[in-house]
């Protein structure tokens, strides 16, 4: 089981520029989930997904953060335009929510905005 | 007031103590999770419980759903297991929606 997969692992950008992060979830797995953490706020949701459809997307900051899975095995979180405050590490994780089962996170990709 | 509080905030053991870490949440959930994530790492779920008990080596992790609290202990106690513990909830029904998480408690064993 190769586990979630996300990509790049790191990612420095200057401002303005768009950042689009991935992420590959356990296959088998039908809900997805993108977390964000910083040191003053921590671990927070930014956005699931059940069955490919987004369920609960509250916690996406503004209009300049989307996310979309096109299909069970692939989703991207984007940001454009990048700003500073966006750096941080962002995490994806999976889970079969049918099985009741913990969810599986990735190793994050540790993102730089200049 | 965050819905998941975590104490204590930083914690340094010796190594082959006995350690405790506690966590309140002020709100109904399906389920209670404990994470772990080593420096620069990634996170790690431990341990998934809507009561009672859970054991996996030496770690140990309970929940009280009247008192809103949960404990997560660590037996035997060694340098590897210096990492930060966090707590999170599902809120609600669904056992597997989204998280909200504590803020973490670091954890330093030293040898």
């Known amino acids: 089981d190769a586990g979630v997969i996300q990509s790049p692992r790191h990612e420095v950008t200057e401002m303005g520029q768009e950042v689009t992060l991935r992420c590959k979830p356990i296959?088998?797995?039908?809900?997805l989930f993108w977390y964000r953490q910083t040191m003053m706020r921590g671990l927070e949701l930014l956005i699931y997904?059940?069955?490919?459809?987004?369920?609960?997307d509250s916690g996406m900051p503004e209009d300049r953060f989307s996310a979309k899975m096109p299909n069970a095995s692939f989703s991207t979180l984007k940001i454009q335009p990048s700003e500073p405050r966006d750096s941080a590490v962002y995490f994806c994780?999976?889970?079969?929510?049918?099985?009741?089962?913990?969810?599986?996170f990735g190793d994050g990709t540790r993102l730089s905005i200049l | 007031k965050n819905e998941v509080e975590q104490s204590p905030q930083n914690l340094t053991a010796q190594e082959g103590e006995f350690i405790t870490i506690n966590c309140s949440y002020s709100?109904?959930?399906?389920?209670l999770h404990w994470l772990q994530q080593h420096p620069g790492g990634g996170i790690v779920s431990l341990f998934m419980?809507?009561?009672g008990k859970k054991k996996h080596g030496r770690l140990i992790a309970t929940i009280n759903i009247q008192e809103k609290h949960s404990s997560l202990h660590i037996t035997a106690s060694h340098p590897r297991d210096s990492a930060v513990y966090i707590c999170?909830?599902?809120?609600?029904?669904?056992?597997?929606?989204?998280?909200?998480f504590g803020k973490g408690i670091t954890l330093s064993v030293r040898p």
């Open positions: 994780a999976s889970s079969s929510w049918t099985d009741n089962q913990p969810q599986h």
């Open positions: 296959s088998g797995h039908n809900s």
């Open positions: 997904f059940n069955n490919n459809v987004p369920i609960d």
């Open positions: 709100v109904g959930i399906s389920a």
């Open positions: 419980l809507s009561s």
């Open positions: 999170a909830v599902t809120p609600g029904r669904g056992a597997n929606s989204k998280l909200t």
